[in-house]
C-alpha cells in the first residue's frame, strides 16, 4: 500500500470486507480508520484526501488484520456504546448488544412504576456490567447489587463503574448456580444469562464461537439451565409483586415461561424486538 488516501483506503477496505462476507463492512473500516487517525467518522469525510503517513496505515493494517480473524469490532476498539454508555469490552465478557438494551428498558419501566423510592436491583451474570451500569445511571436512588463467576469479567465491569462514576452499584463474585447472591429482600432481578443450547452454539457466527466467553454464552446443555436456577433463586428473594427480568433466546419464550410457571410464578410479561422476536420476559412474584 503506497499513497493511500482517507476515501480510497475506505473503499478498498469496505469492497474487501464485503468480498468476504461480513456484515456492516464500511463501519468496521471507518470505525478501524477513526481509531487510527483519532478522528470521528464524519471528520473522516471532511478529510477524506489526506494521505495516511507510513506509521497510520502501518497502524491500521494492523486493526484490519486483527478484524479479518473475526475478532470482534469492539474488542478491537476496547470499547462499546450501550444505552448512550461508553463502556469498555475485551476478551472474558460478551460484547453488549442492542436486544440487551430492550431488557433494561423494561426493567426502567417496571422500576418507574412501582411506588418505591429506593429500591434494590439483583444483577445476575454482569459481564461487562453493561446492564448494571445502565441501570445505575437511570436510576441513581437505586441500590444495585452485581454478580459474576468470572473474575476477569469483574475487573472490567469495575473499571466501568468507576468510569461512570457510580457509587450505587456494588460487584461480588458469585456462582450463581452453586451458591446463593446474598441479598436481602429485592424488587427487581434482572438477567441475561447463558442461553444458547449446546447444539445452537455450533451455529454461531465466529467472532462469537471464536472469542468471546462460551461460559457466558451457553449452558452446554438445553439453554434452559439458568432460567431454572433464576426462577428458584428470585421466588425466594423477591419481595411481594418484585419481579424478575431475563432475555430470552430464539424461540425460547414458551419453554422459559414453563419453567417460571412450574416454579410459582403466575403473572409473566412477554416483550419482543425489533425484529418481532420474543426477546425479554417479566415474571412477578405474588403479592
Excluded at 32 to 45: F, K, M
Excluded at 129 to 155: R, T
Excluded at 182 to 206: I, M, R
Excluded at 241 to 261: H, N, T
Amino acid at each position: 500500500m503506497s499513497d493511500w488516501t482517507i476515501l480510497r483506503l475506505i473503499e478498498w477496505g469496505t469492497a474487501y470486507l464485503a468480498e468476504r462476507e461480513f456484515d456492516e463492512s464500511r463501519l468496521n473500516v471507518e470505525l478501524l480508520l477513526g481509531r487510527v487517525l483519532n478522528l470521528p467518522r464524519l471528520n473522516l469525510y471532511l478529510q477524506f484526501d489526506r494521505t495516511l503517513l507510513p506509521e497510520e496505515l502501518a497502524a491500521f493494517k494492523e486493526l484490519f488484520r486483527r478484524r479479518l480473524t473475526r475478532e470482534p469490532l469492539q474488542y478491537i476498539l476496547g470499547q462499546t456504546d450501550f444505552m448512550g454508555l461508553d463502556l469498555e469490552v475485551g476478551p472474558g465478557v460478551l460484547v453488549p448488544r442492542p436486544e440487551t438494551e430492550g431488557l433494561v428498558e423494561a426493567v426502567l419501566r417496571c422500576a418507574k412504576g412501582m411506588d418505591i423510592v429506593r429500591g434494590a436491583i439483583l444483577d445476575i451474570g454482569t459481564g461487562s456490567g453493561n446492564i448494571a451500569v445502565a441501570l445505575g445511571h437511570f436510576l441513581p436512588a437505586w441500590h444495585i447489587l452485581s454478580v459474576d463467576v468470572s473474575e476477569p469479567a469483574l475487573e472490567i465491569a469495575q473499571r466501568n463503574v468507576r468510569r461512570h462514576s457510580l457509587d450505587n452499584v456494588v460487584l461480588r463474585r458469585c456462582d450463581i448456580l452453586r451458591e446463593d447472591p446474598g441479598t436481602g429482600p429485592t424488587e427487581l432481578v434482572v438477567s441475561n444469562p447463558p442461553y444458547v443450547s449446546a447444539g445452537e452454539y455450533e451455529t454461531l457466527q465466529p467472532e462469537i464461537r471464536l472469542f468471546e466467553p462460551r461460559e457466558a454464552t451457553t449452558d452446554n446443555a438445553d439453554g434452559l439451565t439458568f432460567y431454572r436456577r433464576l426462577a428458584t433463586v428470585s421466588r425466594r428473594i423477591l419481595s411481594p409483586g418484585g419481579w424478575l427480568w431475563c432475555e430470552l433466546g430464539f424461540d425460547q419464550a414458551e419453554p422459559v415461561s414453563a419453567v417460571m410457571r412450574a416454579e410459582g410464578f403466575e403473572h409473566l410479561e412477554i416483550e419482543k424486538d425489533f425484529a418481532g422476536i420474543p426477546r425479554v420476559l417479566g415474571a412477578r412474584a405474588s403479592q
